[in-house]
Each structure stands twice: as C-alpha cells, then as structure tokens.
C-alpha cells in the first residue's frame, strides 16, 4: 500500500515522540506528488521533490535531496520532473542528492554525501560509499559496492558482484574534450583497487583483480590480476597465491557478507540458481 | 537595477505559488547587506552573509552558503565580511560553499558540494564539477571547466579554456610542509587528464594533453602530449593520429560546446577576435 | 562548567542580537542530552543528537551533524547513542558529519563536509581538511594534519606530526573484499604526498617522505624518502638537498606554525619535553 504525504506527516509526528533522537519531521518537504511506502521514515532538512517514488520500510536521513530536477527545470518552465523510483529497504544516508530520473532496486545503501544523477539504473542490494559520484547515463547491476569517492562517468556500466574502491574512476571521453562518450564495462564479480583508473571504453572481464593506481587501457581477459600504468596482466588470479592465506580468488568462496550465497556457500547458491532457471 | 532583500522575498513568495517544487524561500537566510539582482532565484535551506552581490537571472540551488566567512571572523570580534561577487546567470547547485572575498565572472556554473575559499578570481563562462575544492588565493580565467573533484591548491593559476578531469590536483607546496606556496600555472587550452598531478610551481604550456594518473614535474612546452610518473613528453599532440579519428589536437576545431566560438568555428572566431582587438 | 541545553538556547538568543551575520540559533536542534561547554556557538541548521559533549568555546558551524548515530541505530529500537567526546577550543566547519562514539581532544579543526564514523580517537591539535573521510576505527596522534580529501580505512593509525596531503588514502583490506581489515601505521613527523597508497598493513617509520602518486607496498624504515609504484627508498631524507634550500628534512627545524615548538624551536621543545618527562 502506498501512503499519501498526510498519512506519512502524521506517522512522524507519532515517531516524533517515541524517537527523540532523529526522524522529528524537522523542515521537512515532500512534494505532494511522492509516493512513499510504508514505514518511510525521513530525516531532518531533507527535500523530496516531484515524481519520488520510495519503497516501503526506507529511510532517507538528513539533509538529502532526492529528486533534483535536471538541467533543463532551470530555464524550461513547462519542465516536469522525470520519476525517480527507489526500491524497498533503501538507507540513503544524510546529505545525499539523487536526481529525478533514476531508477535504483531494492535493498539499496548510501553513504553520506553520495551524488547520482539522472538516467541512472541501479540493481539490487547495491551500496554506494560516501562521496560516490554516478554522474548519470549509468548502470549498474545486482550487489555492486562502490566504496567512498569511487567516480563513475557516463555511459559506463558493471555488472553484478563488482566491487569498487576509493578514488578508482571509469572514464569516458577518449579524446577530451568531446561529446563522443565511450563509458567502459566491468563484467561480474570484478574488483577496482583504490585510485584505479579505467580508460574510456575499456571492457574488463569476470573475475579480474586490478591493482591500486593502476591505468587500465586496454580489455583485459577474464580472471585478469592486472597492476600498473599501463596495467599489464602480471598473471591469472586463480594462480596467485597469498603468504599463508592460499589462493584467495576467486573471492566468493572466502567472502558472503551480504551475498546471496551468505550462510549456505558459493557453490551452493550457483546450483540453486541454476535449478531455478 | 539591484533588489534589496525585502523585494527579493516578495518575488519569492509569489513564486512559492507558482512553482511548487523548488525555490519555495523555505528556511532562506539572506543578510540584509547581499545585494540579489533581478530574477534571482534562492532554494531551500540556503544562507547568503553580509557583502555578497549575485547578478541578474542567477540561480543559487538548496543548502548551499554563499559569502562564507573567512578564518579571522571566529577569532576577530571588528571582523568584517568582504565582498562576493558573482557575476550573471551563475547556476549553483546544491550543498556549494562559497567563501566571502572572491570574485566570479558572468555565466559561472557549479555542480554539488563545490567549495571556493577566497581571494579566487574566476573569470567568465566557467564551470566547476560535483565535489571540486578550490583551496583560495587562485585565478581561474575564462571558459575553464574543472570536472569532479578537482583540487587546486592555493597560488595556482588556470589560463583560458582549461579542462581538468576528476581527481586532477595542483600542488603548491614543494617541501611539505613550509609556507612557501608555489602554485604552478597551466597555460590556455591544455587538457589535463583524470588523477594526473601537476607538481608545485611547473609551468605547463599552451595545448598540452596530460595523461591519466601522470605525475607532472618539470615544465612543459606548448603541445606536448605527455604522460607517466615523472611524465614525459611523449610526442608533440599535433603528431597524435587518432584510430580512425585523424588528428584529434588542438581540439578546438571539433569541440565547441558553451564555447564562444559555438556555431562559426574557431578559426573564425579568431579572426573576429583579432578585427576587434 | 557545563552548561545546560537550555542556558545555551538563552546564549544563542544574545548572540543573535550582536552577530546578525551567523550563529542565529535558526533551525538548530540540539539533544536535551547532549553536553555543550561554556561560550560553544552552534550554526544554523545543525544537528547535535544524544551523547554528544563539546568542550568549553567550540565554534560549531552550519549544516553540520554531530553524534550521528551508527548503523544499529536504524533496525534495533533499543538502541542507545554511545557518546561522542570533542574537546575544548574546536572549530568544525559547515556541512561536517561525526558520528557517535569517538572521542576528540582539544584544538581539533574540520574543514567542510568532513565526515569522522565511530570508534576513532584523535588526539590533540589536529586538523583535517575538506571532504576528509576517516573510516572509523582509526586512531590520530596529536598534531596530525589531514589536507582536503585524504581517506583513512577502518584500524588504520597515525603517531603524532603526521600529514598526509590530498587523495592520500590509508587502505586496509590485503585481499578485497574481505572482513580481515589490517590498517597501516604511520610513524611521527612523517610526510605522505597527495595521491600516495598506503597498502594494507604497511608500517611506515618516522621522518619519512612519500611522494606524490606513490603505491606503498612494503615497509619503510624511518627518514626513507620514497617513491613510485611500488614505492622504493630512493635516498635517506637527511641526504636530500634541495635546490638553494639546503637540506630541507627533517622539517621540524624549519617548520613550526601551529606546532608546540613555535617561536622556541624543535630543540628547545624537544629538550623541554625530556626535562618534564
């Protein structure tokens, strides 16, 4: 069931005594055309303008802004705001702005101060650190995790189980400046060190490791490990071997925080899958 | 003709009927001392302080602060904020930071959360990114485009129609740490690639393209392509054959998006220029 | 003393009659719990929540979030916000986030829109710089100095008279994406350059010098000046000379704005503080 504004104000206002701590419908604005499910609770200060459509049991903290109006708002006055639709369960952390026209799955996570512009596609269980930046004309798959500061530019996409970290970038523009965008591509299960850089149009395959400050330009195959400016593969990951930890790739038989294989395996969750299609 | 703030509150209440969406004066704080020209809108949540001018027709977005004050205000009790100005038609996004003491030319543009300290000097027709830091005591001249998260430390300086892409920094400090700030300067038309480091005091000439994550240390002559940690001058850009692109550099020949030479070409545009000059 | 939420309240209220320009007490929210010190000024629209307590003539400014709670706080209703200590005489500038459950100590200073999660200790007279992001579960000596937009992971630490400069960032997953964090160290008065990778685990000694763009992999013993990626000891600091400077490290001799040997000398203090000890 959706809520109409109203019947949200009036749940905070109940929430407002139970909850002294935050959550008190402080300068709080929501346009009436929102649609927020059930228990939404929104913090202080923060803007939801036209056209927001919010899954149940979300919470929006404070000083956000969802629902930017694009560009065109500012000098078109017959603009309309695109619909910007969030799934269920979403915690958007305090000070994060995502535009109208956006499109972002269930289960979803932001930091703090987190920009995603429009055109934007988001799957599942996806979380954003704080300071990511998705400058729109992006998608994203299924449990992707973007740490702090990750830059994603336009037209770029991942896959799902990519994991990015601090400072890395997917670039677009091959011979700036130009309006010929040329995002790259990450296929699953991937891993971008910190201040990676991937150069526009480069498709990295399944599975690859890429090292810290690296410059990727060129495809790299998949179960690439990858380091250095240019990256150069210095091997296949299913070779690499860590002091006194085995052969920690591919992760996701060492790692379930989160995943849909949490508790019952990798292996185990892939036979699943596979019975279920 | 320059508002004072009692019509500028008038015109937004009218607006507030109008236009539901945004620009609803809600929570606005704007000291009786800024000057507001005319059609100038103020989102929600936004303070503008004392001495603070903002020409015709410009948009200043949700939570952002305009006229900061400097460090001496919380210490100096005669503290006096000096001037701001921004220059016509300025769009400021949400959540910006703009320190009292600089100076922004017409048609300036900023993304979220941009921070400008003072005694920056911005020339016309800029545009800054989402989350770029310009530290103060810097100049900008016409039509420089800063990406997100640009960095430009204190003493550095941009000529004309200068792009940096994300994660691009100038450096100003040669022995960190001292007091000593040598900011570098970057000549016009240059293009200085996504992570690249400009090293404090390096003079970068005309027309030069700098590679992703390169590490600049020495000076650069005009239309070098140059690249790596230090960088080197790979070839003269003029030379670069691009697969199937011909010869990309200078760019300004195929680029002229919100350039002024938008629509006639730069060769004439030169030659306009030169009759009036 | 300690003053009272309401005593405080009454204070703003004087105050916004003699300093019309900022701290007007609009739309602050401060916890009837939390504890502010004597001549604490709070700016508009911030957010102090439960636990927090603020030492005796902190300058807190606008859009700012104190207390922030962790992530229990939204899924377990018996939650209760664990303290947030911040010493006397801070200065924490517009649009920062702290969370609940680190402690501060005096003369700390924030630029804008840092952002500070739980279980961090910083000690004294330490400042850090717009848009830093400490992880949480980090510890800071004294006197350590964070530029704009320098990233500390979860358990990494720093002795005292660190600095590290933009885009540096202190990574602590040796196999991402794992749960086994292993945070580097940092020993005293070393220097760290903008966009330096510290990787996970590595310990780095006193006195050293990291240059810029560098990817620390391995160890460095103290005055290591080093550099590249991987990084490699390039000389003993004590051998560098500097162009018509002379020998510029270690630097404590020829630096000390803000540190506890200004205007007596790193010797002099140094004696001084065995003489105490």
Known sequence: MKLKIDDCDERML????????KFNGRNVHISP????????????NTVIYDGVE?????????????????NDYYHDTAYQNPPLIIGARALIRSHSIIYAGSTIGNDFSAGHRVTIRENTTIGEHCSLGTL???????????????????????T??????????PFSVMTNDPYPPSSDFRGGHIDSYTQVGVHAVILPGVHIGENCLIGAGSVVSKALPAFSLAKGDPARVVMDVRKYVAMGKGKPYPWMNRF??????EGIGFDAWRRQQAAES
């Not at 990511?132 to 336009?154: K, M, P, T, W």
């Open 132 to 154: 990511s930046d998705i400058e729109g004309y992006a998608r994203l798959g299924n449990y992707c995790r973007l740490h702090s500061n990750v830059h994603i530019s336009q």
């Open 256 to 261: 379930d925080r989160g995943m849909p294989w």
């Open 33 to 44: 055309s929102a649609k927020l499910g059930s228990n939404v609770r929104v913090g202080d």
């Open 54 to 70: 919010i899954g149940d049991d979300s919470i929006i903290c404070n000083d956000a802004v969802l629902g930017e109006p694009l």
């Open 14 to 21: 109940e929430r407002e005594v139970r909850v002294s701590m």
């Open 156 to 165: 770029s996409s991942l896959d799902d189980f990519v994991f990015m970290y």
